[in-house]
């Protein structure tokens, strides 16, 4: 089991920035990989950014330049930092994490972003 627990969001002007935080507890040297995605009103979940054991990221290409994934291993602690946000990013963000074949999700933190 992989526990997560996200931080970070909140509402922010057009052209902002924030930073989520996703910190993992429990067996989590069998992570495959972390990333988050978000959900907005009415929309699929889709992943906007993830990073694999071996640091290889994938962004979508909607945030890509603008939001960055990072990680700290001595904290077991995924970020996303979120640059020159805009309205269409408004959403839950979801914190996930991969221990083929599961997948481990937060409870996800809203992120709103006002023009």
Do not use: H
């Amino acid at each position: 089991q992989v526990q997560l627990v996200e931080s970070g969001g909140g509402l922010v002007q057009a052209g902002g920035s924030l930073r989520l935080s996703c910190a993992a507890s429990g067996i989590i040297t069998g992570i495959n990989s972390m990333g988050w995605y978000r959900q907005a009103p009415g929309k699929q979940r889709e992943l906007v950014a993830a990073m694999t054991s071996g640091g290889t990221t994938n962004y979508a290409d909607s945030v890509k330049g603008r939001f960055t994934i990072s990680r700290d291993n001595a904290k077991n602690t995924v970020y996303l930092q979120m640059n020159s946000l805009k309205p269409e990013d408004t959403a839950v963000f979801y914190c996930n994490a991969r221990v083929w074949p599961t997948n481990y999700w937060g409870q996800g933190t809203q992120v709103t972003v006002s023009s």
